[in-house]
């Protein structure tokens, strides 16, 4: 099973996890978040997320997902990546997270194939002028 690792600004990390619990009206127990603060260290945000890590099981699959890359979130989150165990995306939508949370179980590379499918496909314009 891949735990998922939500890392993004103030709520929004529980403002995601919270939509998607009540989307597939169930928790999951393998769907985590780390709420970064703009008074949070970065020494303190990443001894949280390695805190983390040693709870979920430092041998287990993570896939962080963070809303903006480049932005603190996701500037931390590759401090820790390690190939194949803990790997990142950054640009968080729901549709991308339900998709992350559907494919934990088949491991880490289908999850993060699907994720990303997940959070492309989820981005629709509609209506307005045709290109």
Partial sequence: ??????IAHCELANSFKSCVENIIAKDVNYLHTIAVTPTDTVEYIISSVQKLIIKIGEDNEILI????????????????LKPQQ???????NLPMLIRAISYAKDGLELCIQKTLDGGLSGIIHVGGKKC
Wanted: hydrophobic content about 55%.
């Fill in 1 to 6: 099973m891949v735990n998922i690792l939500v």
């Fill in 65 to 80: 997902l963070s809303d903006i890359y480049g932005a603190t979130p996701s500037n931390i989150a590759q401090k820790l």
């Fill in 86 to 92: 803990i790997e990142m995306i950054a640009g968080l």
